[in-house]
Nanobody, 127 residues
């Protein structure tokens, strides 16, 4: 049974940085495409970023492009989201998601493509 655990959330002032981590257990991390989604209070869950199983292909939502960087370390079974120049509108619960795929280059930006989800970590950005 694949399980995902996020960490690294917290409270930061606008313009600050945070790094989120997501660790996968119960499966072969390097066989999974990974992604970050977020959900602000009262809003639907939205895509943030995704990374292919070999780390070569990445994709970002327009709202975070140039500020956030997704990466993964297959040796540590961990994915990261480096968030710089944070804005109050980035405030949300951030979730990591995973899906086992056959091909190295595959990635998905829609939540229905991900069967495995973490519990989420809160990120709060004050003005």
């Amino acid at each position: 049974q694949v399980q995902l655990a996020e960490s690294g959330g917290g409270l930061v002032q606008a313009g600050g940085s945070l790094r989120l981590s997501c660790t996968l257990s119960g499966g072969v991390f390097s066989a999974h495409v990974m992604a970050w989604f977020r959900q602000a209070t009262g809003n639907a869950r939205e895509f943030v970023s995704t990374i292919s199983r070999n780390g070569v292909n990445t994709h970002y939502a327009d709202s975070v492009k140039g500020r956030f960087t997704i990466s993964r370390d297959n040796g540590k079974n961990t994915m990261y989201l480096q968030m710089n120049n944070l804005k109050p509108e980035d405030t949300a619960v951030y979730f990591c998601a995973a899906n086992r795929v056959r091909y190295n280059g595959t990635y998905f930006s829609t939540d229905y493509n991900y069967p495995y989800w973490g519990q989420g970590t809160q990120v709060t950005v004050s003005p």
